[in-house]
């Protein structure tokens, strides 16, 4: 199984929560991509973000808590996703060139309260979702 690695990026806005997510074709998801040799997944998801956003400004206020993604197909097999979870006071979101494609890998990003994520977000992310928002609000996170 291939291990992705990424962050689930909040930051407050009006005194909500809002979460970083990005639109790659149809698919919206989290800052993330497969972790490399040698690499430990928490600097995955770190280089991640820095390389697919450009968000710097990452303070890892709950720790290095982690929660990972029931099993999806990927372009490259079965994967798995773990996620961290990162406060940032950064609102504007740069994508940069991948190499690889000549382009950037995604085509749009928004900041969503929990609940606007969870009616946009796949079925394989709304655990994900839920467990950020239980740690960011405290255990009063209700789901949609």
């Known amino acids: 199984m291939i291990l992705s690695s990424g962050m689930v990026i909040v930051r407050r806005e009006n005194d909500a929560w809002k979460y970083l997510v990005l639109r790659a074709y149809k698919n919206w998801d989290f800052p993330k991509g497969v972790v490399e040799a040698l690499e430990e997944p928490l600097e ?3 280089r991640e973000v820095k390389e ?3 968000i710097t400004d990452l303070r890892l206020r709950w720790g290095s808590v982690f929660m990972e993604s029931a099993p999806y197909k990927g372009s490259k097999g079965i994967k798995t996703a773990r996620y961290y979870l990162a406060e940032t006071t950064e609102s504007q979101v740069v ?3 991948n190499p690889e494609i000549g382009m950037p890998e995604h085509h ?3 900041w ?4 606007e994520l969870l009616n946009l977000a796949s079925p394989r992310l709304k655990s994900v979702i839920e467990w950020a928002g239980k740690l960011v609000n405290g255990n009063d996170f209700q789901s949609a």
């Open 44 to 46: 995955t998801a770190l």
């Open 108 to 110: 749009e990003y928004r």
């Open 52 to 54: 697919e956003t450009g």
């Open 95 to 97: 994508f940069s060139i």
């Open 112 to 115: 969503l309260t929990s609940e």
